[in-house]
Nanobody, 119 residues
Framework: QVHLEESGGGLVQPGGSLRLSCAAS????????RGWYRQAPGKPRELVAT???????NYADSVKGRFTISRDNAKNTIYLQMNNLKPEDMAVYYC?????????????WGQGTQVTVSS
């Protein structure tokens, strides 16, 4: 019902910056929370940052002070500004949306965008 399309990944040197974008389309009503997750080789997918309808944000401890999640409601798009990137940030980053009509909550995922941090 919800299509998520990420963009903005790529290759960056340690200390550099990238901004990821994720546009939602399809049945976009009643999306309560949007966020970013990442998965590095050999590791499970982990939460990076989330943002609620009310604008409240939550960050993984590993990215606090370096990453910022934001949204543009008119464009149904969220962003992840990543500054001072470290090699350990290298992963596939996935966009997420949670949708509910008051009952069950459904999760939707983008296909992922690769972030490579290397000298």
């Amino acid at each position: 019902q919800v299509h998520l399309e990420e963009s903005g990944g790529g290759l960056v040197q340690p200390g550099g910056s990238l901004r990821l974008s994720c546009a939602a389309s399809g049945s976009i009503l009643n999306i309560l929370v949007r966020g970013w997750y990442r998965q590095a080789p050999g590791k499970p997918r982990e939460l990076v940052a989330t943002i609620t309808l009310g604008g409240a944000t939550n960050y993984a401890d590993s990215v606090k002070g370096r990453f910022t999640i934001s949204r543009d409601n008119a464009k149904n798009t969220i962003y992840l500004q990543m500054n001072n990137l470290k090699p350990e940030d290298m992963a596939v980053y996935y966009c997420n949306a949670q949708k509910t009509w008051g009952g069950p909550v459904f999760d939707y995922w983008g296909q992922g965008t690769q972030v490579t941090v290397s000298s």
